[in-house]
């Protein structure tokens, strides 16, 4: 069934015509484990159950970071020629949609280095936030791996410091799931994200993105304010993460508008 599924997500919709694609540069997926009690209050349980995984004997949620550099963000189909870059990090939550029975994410919200964020926040109501971002990204591409992955994210609303080790080793199967297929279509592939909008009514958008060769990552040192503020996870927490994925390079799409939805 998940190889089912994850077959049909590769399969590249029809677009629109304010539709967004970009390079990401940079990508990686830090991935936490922590009781679903701490996010409940924080997510629409009419809509969304919290996807729950044993790992190390315990049932657990999932949170992840989703850090990258934005190249080349452009409308691809209504002004291709005109072209963005910037830091971007989505702060996501692992649901099934109790609508349709899919997995996808639950967005707190993202931080963006662009005067871009101001735009979308007032056209489309999207929990979007500026940001500074500061990035030493060396990749070493004669051995496979980073030299050096760090950012620094100055704002507000979700101070952030990432520093981590590539160890240049493929992604495996990690704990908490069945088979690699189904680590794939839950952690690394899900396409459609669900948020509050900043009237606190329910938004989704989807995405799409062929496979994404991931290396297996260790951490250095690892900081959001936002996890620290909502009392998901403590300092000392941030420091050991279910999982680290990294990936040099990937194009992403993003289908826009975004769609509003009645819970």
């Known amino acids: 069934m998940p190889q089912t599924t994850l077959q049909k997500r590769l399969i590249k919709p029809k677009g629109g015509l304010i539709d967004v694609r970009s390079t990401l540069h940079h990508f990686a997926l830090i991935t936490y484990a922590l009781p679903k009690s701490r996010l409940e209050k924080y997510i629409p349980a009419d809509r969304f159950e919290i996807a729950e995984f044993m ?19 452009r409308f691809v189909h209504l002004a291709p020629w005109l072209k963005f870059g910037f830091g971007q990090t989505n702060h996501r939550v692992y ?30 109501g999207i929990p979007w936030h500026y940001a500074r971002y500061q990035m030493n990204c060396q990749y070493d591409a004669k051995n496979g791996r980073y030299a050096t992955f760090s950012f620094q994210v100055a704002s507000n609303w979700c101070e952030a410091a990432i520093d981590i080790t590539d160890t240049g080793a493929p992604m495996t199967r990690l704990d908490g799931f069945t088979s690699l297929e189904e680590m794939q279509l839950i952690l690394t592939h899900p396409v459609d994200g669900f948020y509050y909008r900043l009237n606190g009514r329910l938004g989704s958008y989807s995405v799409w993105h062929d496979l994404i060769p991931l290396t297996i990552g260790q951490p250095k040192n690892l900081y959001f304010g936002l996890y620290e503020r909502l009392g998901l996870l403590s300092r000392a927490e941030m420091q050991k993460p279910h999982s680290i994925l990294i990936c040099p390079q990937t194009e992403f799409e993003v289908y826009l508008p975004p769609k509003n939805l009645v819970s």
Do not use: K
């Open 55 to 73: 790992i190390n004997g315990r049932s657990q949620a999932l949170l992840s970071a989703v850090p990258f550099y934005d190249e080349d963000f």
């Open 95 to 124: 649901v099934i949609d109790r609508q349709t029975g899919e997995h996808g994410v639950w967005f707190f919200g993202t931080t963006l280095g662009s005067p871009i964020v101001y735009a979308a926040r007032w056209l489309w």
